[in-house]
């Protein structure tokens, strides 16, 4: 049976969807409709500019190695970019042309370590010399795109310190751990390309454990291990992500323990980034576990509420975009588990707002934020909004309850009794009672009165926009 455009993008579907978040998926890949397939040659439609770009920049790689397996090693992909054809209001398109279409190669071969003449095998090269190592590092990964905070600080500093001295400082190795998404990549690449800035001459490497692993494991196959081992110790700077990798593969930790060594002994530097702290990886030798204890090992933490404001903040800026600030802060305020989901949150806002051509706001927010903030487990209670809500005005409690017409205490009340309505699953006449004993009658009033003067009040409105996500917060 002939191939069609529709089944070869159906199979790399099947393909992309168990390996991207389901979040992403839904976002980037179902947009894109299959258009035509010549020969090996498929062309797909996307539904903008942003689109493209973003395709390009981040899974340029997936779609080559999925595409490969559909049409062979000649497999080639072309976009139709739709675009807003102006006066008549209808949509049109416009066909990338085929001489800035992307070719694939084959991308799943070994790092290349000559400059612009890629081979297969990067370690057994005749006169190899030093400064034809490709560093493997993304130049967008820097210090000033890393924002520091009180969960980051520390090692923050500490990765500055050894970019200006590498392997003439005590944090030697440079041990950063912590959890997924928290910039453990990030900080280690900043390391690298302020290393390469500010001393050119230095061999600098990132390469991850998994990496590392597969190539020492090639070249035992091919007797070639002194080979793997010689090349390593030519690197002034090695960067080594994911540690904790190693634990299941005992003969690249002996490779390893060899190329430390001698790296530490000739004052070359090391930085390795881990998931845990070197005290509880598991599965590791206690002679590499004893060197990593030998420098300073720097944890990141979850980033707080005003160091994620920055995150996004200064996302937007470097991007050009531009938010309000109340969805700024909606989203700062949901996303608290990772840098990553906070940026990811981020972007599927802008793919929304592009598929949907509509200004970001705070209703698009809710709507693109359900994807990603967690059902609540936890029930939130009338007393729990109450001390918050006293606690936020400097009110105190008994002062909420009393019959008073003070305008501050009124309101406070106002948005308390509006809050239990929205996040408790009290009724009106139960809520009422929390406040004195007022009926419900009292707390319809209320819920109405602080839905009007946030149209009118801009003030009130974020005094409540905060307050609600204070509330949400507490519920996760």
């Not at 085929?98 to 090269?125: G, H, Q, W």
């Not at 979850?302 to 920055?310: G, N």
């Not at 990553?340 to 698009?364: M, V, W």
Request: charged share 25%; aromatic share 10%; hydrophobic share 40%.
């Amino acid at each position: 049976m002939a191939k069609t455009a529709e089944t070869v993008w159906i199979n790399c579907l099947k393909i992309i969807k168990d390996i991207v978040e389901w979040q992403h998926f839904k976002t980037w890949f179902e947009p894109i409709k299959p258009v035509e397939l010549k020969e090996s040659v498929l062309m797909i439609q996307v539904p903008s500019q942003f689109f493209f770009e973003y395709l390009e920049e981040h899974y340029v790689n997936l779609l080559a190695k999925t595409l490969k397996r559909e049409l062979g090693k000649e497999a080639r992909l072309e976009y139709r970019i739709m675009v807003d054809s102006g006066n008549n209001g209808r949509n049109g398109s416009m066909d990338i042309p085929a001489s800035t279409a992307r070719t694939y190669t084959n991308n799943e071969m070994d790092f290349p370590l000559v400059i612009n003449n890629p081979v297969k095998n990067p370690f057994v090269i005749p006169g190899l010399k030093k400064m034809q190592i490709d560093p493997q590092l993304n130049p967008i990964y820097t210090f000033d795109a890393f924002i520091e905070g009180d969960c980051n600080r520390v090692a923050r500093r500490a990765g500055k310190t050894v970019a200006e001295k590498p392997g003439a400082n005590s944090f030697n190795p440079l041990v950063i751990y912590g959890g997924v998404g928290l910039g453990k990549t990030h900080l280690a690449q900043s390391i690298g390309n302020e290393v390469k800035r500010l001393h050119p001459n230095k061999v600098v490497l990132y390469v991850s454990s998994e990496k590392f692993i597969n190539q020492f494991q090639d070249h035992s196959r091919n007797n070639a291990i002194n080979d793997f081992i010689h090349f390593y110790q030519l690197i002034d700077v090695l960067m080594i992500d994911d540690v904790q990798f190693f634990a299941r593969a005992e003969k690249s930790q002996d490779a390893f323990f060899a190329i430390f060594n001698h790296l530490h002994q000739s004052g070359k530097q090391l930085i390795l980034t881990s998931d845990k702290a070197p005290k509880d990886l598991d599965g590791m030798q206690e002679r590499l576990l004893s060197r990593f204890r030998w420098g300073l090992s720097a944890d990141l933490q979850l980033p707080d509420y005003d160091t994620r404001i920055e995150i996004l903040e200064k996302k937007m800026k470097n991007d050009g975009l531009d938010m309000p600030k109340e969805v700024v802060k909606y989203v700062a305020y949901n996303i608290s588990t990772n840098v990553r989901e906070l940026e990811g949150a981020l972007i599927s806002l802008l793919a929304q707002s592009s598929l949907n051509k509509r200004e970001i706001d705070l209703e698009l927010a809710k709507k693109v934020l359900r994807n990603f903030v967690k059902t609540s487990s936890k029930e939130i209670t009338i007393e729990a909004i109450q001390k918050m809500v006293c606690e936020y005005f400097d009110v105190s409690y008994d002062k909420l309850l009393q019959k008073t017409r003070k305008r501050e205490i009124v309101q406070a009340r106002q948005i308390t009794m509006y809050l239990a309505k929205a996040f408790t699953k009290n009724s009106l006449k139960t809520i009422g009672e929390h406040f004195g004993g007022r009926d419900h009658t009292t707390v319809i009033h209320s819920c109405q009165t602080v839905k009007d003067l946030m149209d009118t009040d801009s003030l009130f409105r974020e005094n409540v926009m905060e307050l609600t996500q204070k509330v949400q917060l507490a519920a996760m």
